[in-house]
């Protein structure tokens, strides 16, 4: 890499479609530009600044149907009117004097519907057209921001940009994905001084070699700032849109998208290249090679920090990034006969340039030859395919493949990561992956599937990126913040009841710790949210999440029934309630021995199978009584795979197909299917998830005859990190009311557990030690996995706060450590608290209110936690 030349004083600022296209935003331009050419950054001199700006949002997208529809003079025409009246709109939301400032650019644009060369297309004539959504936008900035007193010249690209003809690059390219030179030297440089200290000119156009425009590529304004950016060796180049940064994947598709802070120029061209809207491909390349820093900011939210590449970011191995690109063309070439041939691939590889066409992936075997043809650096269209076919035809078999989509993980040492993708696979193995490539860098690995199958998958695939650890999260000095947290963070942050209980809790907790407390308020709320819900008969609370006396009675004074999964269970819970109507009460063991079932008929409670083994070898427990019939409706859901309780793996429920044998068996000893059931797993968000199983469980029902209630499970989901969503409760209410009045003749049961004790409960912990490890920190809790054993059971994320501390300012990250003598026994991994943070200061992990205690064990002989109830 060249040395760094000194940087000059100009800062390039690129400004994108949505940015330019209100007046707020504008005058957050001018508010930037103020800051940075009056030196108002701290310890930033002031600067020079080029502002390059893209058309009004969508503008170009109309320019490019007004070259679709070059044939039809009435439709273009049309277009182009609404086009000046949309700039029109413009200039009277911005108070500018339209006809005055962009009267000239209407004629031209009007010019170019009578211009001879629109008949045919030509491309030096498409490339006019579309240069002027560019054209108006600066030339509006330019006159709004005088009318706020600052003082900017326009500023033609295309004196500047020189396109550059590409060997091979056919002539499309060279005209409407063009390239530029951007080694810039003095004198240009000293040119480039004369100009006024602020200037605003287009992104997107520069001079065709032979005087006319070209256009730099779709999305290719930010290509047109790294230009700039290059060739005056600029401070920086500061990318200005509609998302605060790079993320690990869209976060408009994928809202737990998490924000890369920091990234290095290859890796953000990886990012890019492979589908990553944010940054035009071309783009990175410029500035690499001058070392220009690139920062991404969002226009809208001008404060946040953003992301910025350059060549000083750490180097963190591991996934950052997943990108998917639509429009993939996938051509598959089979040999004719012969094995091995000499000279194949230079055969038809000769052809591809023939046609001008750049060809992205490669696969190959034996036999046949498969590519990958990308749209965004290619005219694609079926034309050129069929020339292309016909010219391969005579050298091999063609198959063209498409529309297909290509997914990429993007990361550093992707070699040294396929053990940790097994879950990437198997979500891969769902649907039919017609090539994967490993790109020689080692930086990407790319899967082509059929394009309607690619949206749904990113979501998955970026959740189990972060689960198997494969996408490393907790590396804070790389990773951000969420999409879905930056935009919660702008609504008001749920205050939590810890935190208005926070002296109580500071007092409990200097009774000892580790001490689970329970705040019985919370819980009778949510138990509320549920009694509200008009469509339910009957709710049962699964006490296998907390069984705490007090919760218990809560919970019964509310109304509710109660699940048990054990005879102990029931045992407890009777002793607690001890006047409790056993109708009120269900048992559902999974693989319990034949006294369990004895001891729950002989307490006459309703007692659920879910195989017909109990019936066949133990029909006299059964014979004569109602029971529940728990199925498995063929798939799991839910935040771990240890928590899916549906489908083959899992051991939980009748599959349907044996309903016949169990009924049969029910026959045999005169037992009633009183009670559907299913409950395929914890943690679900989705409020349909509820009536699917009730219509699923509807249709057996009906076919047996004897049902008389239907329960359709738990599971409903909490909101274990702060950003997360709350569980839709209004949605749920709605999605069962719906199924119920569908099929009204069932009544109609559910059985949450964790939905209404997870966030009543906290653990309080007093820190033990602190340490630093080669520059890792740790700070060690004394609650250990005997204490809180869901973050190494199920890698469950908890929320540590310093209680001692609560408001103070986030120190280092540092790994959340316990006494336990396990290297699992990591509570949380790079989780900033208080810089201040120190022995003996009280720290509370909360939503632990469900699975805590009743986990909870003696392993290393440490004590069970201590408990305790707030109330009003
Ligand atoms: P502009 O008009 O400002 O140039 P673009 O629409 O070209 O903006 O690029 C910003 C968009 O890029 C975002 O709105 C987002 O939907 C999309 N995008 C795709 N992938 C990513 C990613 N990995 N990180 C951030 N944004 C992305
Ligand atoms: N206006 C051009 C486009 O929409 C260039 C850009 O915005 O980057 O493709
Ligand atoms: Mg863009």
Known sequence: MPAAAPASDWIVLKFGGTSVSRRHRWDTIGRLLRERTEGDIPEQPPARVLVVVSALSGVTNELQAIIDQHADAVDVSARIEALIERHRGACAEMEVDAEGVLGERFAALRALAGDRRGVSADLSWQAEVLAQGELMSSTLGVAYLRTQGLAVDWLDARDWLEARALPNQNEWARRLSASCAYIGDDELRMRFDRNARLLITQGFIARHPDGGTAILGRGGSDTSAAYFGALLHARRVEIWTDVPGMFTANPRAVPDARLLSRLDYEEAQEIATTGAKVLHPRCIHPCREARVPIWIRDTERPDLAGTVIDHRAVTVPGVKAISSRRGIVLVSMETIGMWQQVGFLADVFERFKRHGLSVDLIGSSEANVTVSLDPSDNLVSSNVLDALCADLAEVCRVKVIAPCSAVTLVGRGMRSLLHKLTDVWSEF????????????????????????????????????????????????????????????????????????????????????????????????????????ISAVNCRFYALKANPHPAILAVLDSEGFGFECVSAAELEHLFAVLPTLDPTRVLFTPSFAPRAEYAAAIARDVWVT???????????????????????????????????????????????????????????????????????????????????????????????????????????????????????????????????????????????????????????????????????????????????????????????????????????????????????????????????????NDVVLIATAGAYGQVMANRYNLRALPQEEVLDD
């Open 429 to 532: 193995g769902r649907e039919r992956v017609h090539l994967v490539s490993q790109s020689s860098n080692d930086l990407n690995l790319t899967f082509v599937v059929d394009e309607a199958l690619a949206d749904g998958l990113l979501p998955r695939l970026h959740e189990k990126l972060i689960q198997s650890g494969a996408m490393p999260v907790d590396a804070t000095e790389v990773f951000g913040p969420s999409w879905r947290q930056i935009e919660a963070s702008a609504s008001p942050r749920r205050v939590s009841w810890w935190q208005r209980e926070r002296s109580q809790l500071l007092g409990m907790a200097a009774q000892g710790t580790p001490r689970y407390v329970y705040h019985l308020p919370t819980v009778r709320e949510r138990a509320r949210s549920l009694a509200a």
């Open 609 to 839: 199978l879910d195989s017909v083994y109990p019936l066949q070898h133990w029909p006299e427990l059964f014979a004569g009584r109602q029971i529940v019939l728990r199925i498995d409706p063929g798939y799991g859901l839910g935040h771990h795979e240890k928590v899916r309780t549906g489908g083959r793996e899992a051991k939980f429920g009748l599959a349907p197909e044996s309903l016949p044998e169990f009924i049969a068996a029910a026959r045999a000893t005169r037992a009633k299917i009183t009670v559907l059931h299913a409950h395929v797993g914890s943690g679900i968000l989705d409020a349909s998830h509820w009536p699917q199983v009730y219509a699923q469980l509807v249709e057996l029902a009906d076919r047996i005859g004897t049902v008389a209630a239907i329960d359709v499970g738990g599971g409903l989901g909490v909101p274990y990190t702060p950003d997360a969503e709350a569980f839709d409760i209004a949605a749920f209410g709605r999605e069962l009311a719906n199924a119920k009045a569908a099929w009204p003749q069932y009544a109609l049961w559910i059985e949450p557990g964790r939905y209404l004790v997870a966030e009543a409960g906290v653990l309080l912990t007093h820190v033990t030690q602190l340490s630093d490890k080669l520059g890792l920190r740790r700070i060690g809790l004394d609650a250990g996995m005997n204490a809180l054993l869901r973050p190494a059971l199920y890698g469950a994320w908890h929320e540590i706060v310093n209680l001692s501390h609560l408001d103070e300012a986030d120190g280092t990250p540092a790994d959340i450590v316990r006494p336990i003598c396990e290297t699992g026994d990591m509570l949380g991994r790079r989780r900033a608290l208080p810089a201040s943070t120190a022995e």
